[in-house]
């Protein structure tokens, strides 16, 4: 079976399949969709849950040992596989046999970020068919304003159309950022219905730094103000991960924009085919200057792995890596900076 999202609570309605797959390109969707999937599984009595990251040279064997011996904790078990790229060959084929036939006692949750063109994987199809497939679908300004008006309408506040525009412009695109104004909206004006002129008072009282200032300070290349903001985020407690979706979210609108070729006279046309709005486009298109492919894709390479620090999967100290990250975007070293 496949579903979206929006669509997983009537798709679990029909029960609980042993191997689900989370996948698409937003995050903050993959992540909700795994807690409902997680939550349903306590519900079914998988009282015991293990986690493995999938990254070169993954020991498959011994997974596949650990998975086919009983628990003697617990009867029913979560077994969840989390990978940071699409799998390879050797990852794809066990993934396959894996949806194909479950382990026993086990309920199988495979999750991670894939581009459209690897939905129709043989991999990808084998969970559909046997299991439960789950795809966020990334989602397009057009469809913003109304999914923060549905979000707020499940948190008691109603919204008119031009406020949610409004505040889809603010977030630009960044869902994790939206359900953080969403969740704030609700906090400051529980059951309220918002007019434009509510949500420009909010968004205008809202003087922290964030992580949109951050991102566009550093690929306008202003390194002392970036870092500043950077430590203001840290004293805030705002977790990396954030932070690091939106210098990655940045850095792959600079990958695609690249692919179209250095043709300059026609950037208006690429970014709207890319769908980079508004204020993103000034500090983008003064780092196309300065950063060519190699350097974007050397920086893609540092925020990945930043967020695996971040998340545990590799050690380091995870805000010394975005550091140098964002000293590296404005385009000088960390020494410098």
Known sequence: MRTTPDSLPAALAQGLPRACLVTGVEPLLID???????????????????????????????????????????????????????????????????????PQDTLLLVTGELEPKSWKSAWVSEFERRGLLVVAPEMTRDQLPEWIARRLQRQGVSIERAAAELLADRVEGNLL????????????????????????????????????????????????????????????????????????????????????????????GIFRTEQVWGSRQGPLRLALRRLGRADIDALIAAAARADRVAKGSLRGDAWVEITGLVARIAGVSLAAA
């Open 32 to 102: 909700e969709a795994c807690s409902a999937l997680r939550a349903r599984a306590r519900e079914d009595g998988y009282g015991e849950r293990e986690v493995h990251f999938l990254e070169r040279g993954f020991d498959w064997d011994a997974l596949m040992m650990d998975a086919a011996s009983l628990s003697l904790f617990a009867n029913l078990r979560l077994i969840e596989l989390k990978f940071r790229n699409a799998p390879d060959a050797v990852a794809a084929k066990n993934l396959a046999s894996l949806a194909a036939e479950p």
């Open 177 to 268: 950022a939206a359900q953080q104004e969403i969740e704030r909206i609700a906090l400051l004006r529980p059951g309220a219905k918002l007019y434009a002129d509510a949500v420009a008072e909010l968004v205008a009282d809202n003087a922290r730094y964030d992580v949109f200032e951050l991102a566009s300070a550093a690929f306008l290349g202003n390194a002392p103000r970036a870092l500043r903001i950077l430590d203001g985020l840290r004293g805030e407690g705002r977790e990396p991960p954030l932070i690091l979706w939106a210098l990655l979210n940045d850095l792959r609108a600079l990958s695609r924009v690249l692919q179209h070729g250095p043709d300059e006279r026609n950037l208006d």
